[in-house]
């Protein structure tokens, strides 16, 4: 690609993300450096790279019809869709102070549905996060847990950093110590190809804080859980 070099803007922006030692692997948000204005251009970009896959692959994207728009189709879906979590910033999140006399102390569990793409194959991963929090001085929207999880779906993601990224994200919204995320997911990689296993259910649990700490309260956390999944199994 050296005769390309100044052509692409992914290779200028990679380069500027190189020389300030910013990680940009599959899971990685990188929103500082993909602004909405070069969103089109880096389409455009992606649309010709699909368009060489798709030549060496030997698809006719001449006189297939179904084949003829698919390299946009494709660019536009990773940027826009399956991995919109890398190029857009984090959901806004205004929190409110939970400081009064009767401020809320308790638990709060929610259940987050979740589409994700294992880095490895590029494979739907489709599941629920519980997200259980220790409600601390700041609240935020219930909806806000949910576009947290889904933020940090849309990328390519192993389920264990995926679950981890959602308590760190969470923690980070509001402020609180107290966090376990709880992730069920069928992942396509297991169902699509290699073992083709069906209903590929893996489950992972990361545990923050009281919730790591106090018996107590994991169990009312996972107890929590399943009454979740008794009242809308997945
Ligand atoms: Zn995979």
Known sequence: MENNQGKYLSDAIRERMQ??????????NISDYVSDAARPRLIDEA???????LDRL????????????????????YFNEIMAGR????????AFPNDSEDRYEG?????????????????PVVGVAYIGILAAHKLIG??????IAQ??????????????????????????KDVGVYVQATHGCCEN????????????????GAFLTDPAVKKEFIDNIKLQQDYAPR
Not at 19 to 28: F, H, I, Q, V
Not at 107 to 123: N, T
Not at 152 to 167: F, K, P
Not at 193 to 208: E, F, Y
């Open 19 to 28: 020389a300030e030692g910013k990680r940009y692997w599959a899971g990685d």
């Open 47 to 53: 649309t010709e790279a699909f368009e060489l896959v």
């Open 58 to 77: 030997l698809i006719d994207r001449e006189t297939d019809p179904n084949s003829k728009g698919t390299a946009r189709r494709l660019a536009k879906m």
């Open 87 to 94: 190029y857009d910033a984090g959901p806004d999140c205004t």
């Open 107 to 123: 638990m709060l569990v929610v259940r987050s549905e979740i589409r994700s793409m294992c880095s490895h194959h590029h494979q």
């Open 142 to 147: 219930l909806s806000k847990y949910t576009r």
């Open 151 to 176: 933020w940090c779906a849309r990328r390519g993601t192993l389920q264990e950093e995926l679950c981890n990224d959602i308590a760190r994200e969470i923690m980070r919204a509001t402020e609180s």
């Open 193 to 208: 190809r290699g073992i083709m296993a069906h209903s590929s259910l893996t489950q992972t649990t990361v545990l923050k």
